[in-house]
C-alpha cells in the first residue's frame, strides 16, 4: 500500500463547477501538506501550503487537512478551463524534507 | 528572475548507454532535490543536497544513479548503462534558505529504447 493515495481521475467538470480532490495517507507523521498543479509537459507549481491540520484559504483555491482521518483536500472554485490540469498531493514529515506525493488527479474543465 | 532550467529537455538513449542530466536551481538556493516521474504517476524523491552534501541518496533506485553537485550549485543526475525501466521524466527542485517550498524545473524526459 502507497503512502498517500490518490484517484487518478480523470475528473471532468464544467466550467464554474465547484470542484473537490481528495487524498489519504497513512503515516501520521506527516506534518506539513502541499497542492501542486502541473500542466502537461511542464514541473509541478506549488498551489497551496498547509502545517497540520486547519483550512486555508487562497483565492479560489481552499486547503483542509483532516489528520484524525488522514485525508486531505483541495477545493476550486468556480472552475475555469485554465485550470484543466494534474493536481498532486504531496506531504512532509517534521524535520524532513523527503516529499512523498500522490500519483495526481487529472482535472478538466468544461468550457 | 529566471526559475530552476533543466538540461536536455529531451534525451533519447539506447539501452546501455550513460546519459547526464542537469539542473541549474534558482541562485541562492541551498537546497536541491531530484525526482523521478513515471508516466501516469507522481513524482518520486531520489535525491537531496544542502550545498554541496549529498544528506540524503536514500531514493535512488540503483547504483548506476549517481548525483553530484560538486560547488553547492549546479548539480548532474547520472544514470549508467540505462535500461528501459529508466524511462521517466527527471525533475528537479530547489528551495530557499529556511524555507520548504520547492520550484520544480520543467523536467528532463528521457526515453531508453
Known amino acids: 500500500q502507497k503512502e498517500v493515495e490518490q484517484d487518478p481521475g480523470p475528473l471532468s467538470v464544467p466550467e464554474g463547477a465547484i470542484v473537490s480532490l481528495n487524498c489519504t495517507y497513512s503515516?501520521?507523521?506527516?506534518?506539513?501538506f502541499m497542492w501542486y498543479r502541473q500542466y502537461s509537459r511542464k514541473g509541478p507549481e506549488l498551489l497551496m501550503y498547509?502545517?497540520?491540520?486547519g483550512n486555508k484559504e487562497d483565492g479560489r483555491f481552499t486547503a483542509q487537512v483532516d489528520k484524525s482521518s488522514k485525508y486531505i483536500s483541495l477545493f476550486i472554485r468556480d472552475s475555469q478551463p485554465s485550470d484543466s490540469a494534474t493536481y498532486l498531493c504531496a506531504m512532509t514529515r517534521t524535520g524532513g524534507f523527503k516529499t512523498i506525493f500522490g500519483a495526481g488527479t487529472r482535472l478538466f474543465v468544461k468550457a | 528572475g529566471a526559475g530552476v532550467s533543466q538540461s536536455p529537455r529531451y534525451k533519447v538513449a539506447k539501452r546501455g548507454q550513460d546519459v547526464a542530466l542537469r539542473c541549474d536551481p534558482i541562485s541562492g538556493h541551498v537546497s536541491l532535490f531530484w525526482y523521478q516521474q513515471a508516466l501516469g504517476q507522481g513524482p518520486e524523491f531520489l535525491t537531496y543536497f544542502q550545498n554541496e552534501a549529498q544528506l540524503d541518496k536514500s531514493g535512488l533506485p540503483s547504483d548506476r544513479f549517481f548525483a553530484e553537485r560538486p560547488e553547492g550549485s549546479v548539480s548532474t543526475l547520472k544514470i549508467q548503462r540505462t535500461q528501459q525501466e529508466d524511462s521517466a521524466v527527471y525533475l528537479c527542485?530547489?528551495?530557499?534558505?529556511?524555507?520548504?517550498?520547492?520550484?520544480f524545473g520543467p523536467g528532463t524526459r528521457l526515453t531508453v529504447l
Open positions: 498547509t502545517y497540520s491540520s
Open positions: 503515516n501520521s507523521a506527516f506534518q506539513y
Open positions: 527542485a530547489s528551495s530557499p534558505p529556511r524555507q520548504d517550498t520547492q520550484y
